[in-house]
């Protein structure tokens, strides 16, 4: 299996991506294209001795800034690396990609080189949320920023019901409609006109949910529109960032403080290490042809190797095949049955 890994996204690039592929195709066996200036990747790939890893570097003169416009990405880069590693997939030469970059580069390039898959109107971004028990699918985080229709949130729903069960290994994954209230009566007119649709699906639908169900591991899929997700993925950054600095401050102050600290330290690193958004590997593009797994800007080496992984298990559990096969036999019926218009 060949990954295409993007070299020059992400704040520490190519640095820590290159350390990361090195890791990945060690230890988990896979070849690496990593694609950027030949130059500048052939140098780090030294400073860190490939040793016995498979890779290959793909020449791409170009690289995406983290504040490029999506429309600049894709009409004005075509020689990004972004741009390369897109089209490695859909020549044939690459299974998969990875990308620390441009969130919204990465989606606009996916979506005009690769294309759509069948069934799909509109793919969508799933981020990896931790919970009190392991983690839930949250989406969409930001490609349909705009208006959706309930048609869409049920094209999420599947979607999503697919990767928990085939990536994260959930039996039935619970999928909740993320509302102001747990009544099915509640919600915008988008949810209330998409809650009948869920019931239908061939999906394990458990209603609406509300803010606190995306963490407190009462579902494993939870469904939005990407304005409300993205808006509430960087409410989370934000308020876990304050927490730690609230918790450093406090200790700081006295000397008490400081020993209660030295006490509660490991406690401290276990829930540390459950918010670490290095152990899910990013997160995928769903419903575009090819997989697509986009990491945090601020990446580690760590957590590209773990991107990495996870976009080969995209390919190896077909989840682009369920999507398509799943949203072909019942997509259509479950709207018609609505009276709700196919966009």
């Known amino acids: 299996m060949r990954i295409a890994v993007d070299a020059m996204g992400g704040d520490k690039a190519p640095g820590v991506v290159v350390e990361g592929a090195i890791k990945a195709s060690v230890e988990y066996d896979l070849e690496i294209l990593l694609v950027g200036p030949q130059d500048i990747v052939k140098e780090h790939l030294n400073r860190y001795n490939p040793g016995k890893s498979k890779i290959q570097i793909i020449h791409a003169s170009q690289s995406v800034l983290m504040d490029e416009s999506p429309t600049d990405a894709v009409r004005k880069k075509r020689d990004s690396s972004m741009h390369v590693s897109a089209h490695l997939i859909k020549n044939g030469e690459a299974d998969a990609m990875v990308t620390a970059g441009n969130t919204a580069a990465a989606l606009a390039i996916a979506r005009s080189i690769l294309g759509k898959l069948k069934g799909v109107s509109r793919p969508a971004i799933a981020a990896i949320i931790p919970n009190t028990i392991d983690a839930t699918i949250f989406l969409d985080v930001g490609a349909n920023a705009g208006s959706c229709g309930p048609e869409h949130l049920l094209e999420f729903a599947m979607m999503g019901s697919i990767y928990s069960k085939l990536i994260l290994g959930k039996d039935s994954p619970r999928v909740g409609l993320l509302s102001v209230g747990e009544e099915k009566t509640k919600g915008s007119f988008i949810t209330l006109s998409a809650f009948p649709l869920l019931e239908q699906a061939p999906i394990n639908f458990i209603g609406n949910v509300e803010g606190k ?131």
């Open 213 to 343: 169900d995306i963490v407190n591991g009462h579902a494993d899929v939870v469904v939005c529109d990407g304005f409300v997700g993205n808006t509430v993925l960087k409410f989370a950054e934000g308020a876990s960032g304050m927490f730690f600095e609230v918790i450093k401050a406090e200790i700081n102050r006295s000397l008490r403080a400081k020993l209660g600290m030295l006490l509660a330290k490991p406690a401290f690193k276990a829930f540390s290490d459950k918010l670490d958004y290095e152990r899910y590997g990013g997160a995928p593009i769903l419903g575009i042809k090819g997989a697509c797994l986009i990491g945090h800007g601020r990446s580690t080496a760590a957590a590209i190797k773990e991107a990495i992984r996870v976009s080969s298990d995209f390919v190896r559990h077909k989840v682009n095949s369920n999507i398509e096969e799943s949203l072909e036999k019942i997509k259509d019926k479950i709207l018609i049955d609505n009276n709700t218009d196919i966009n």
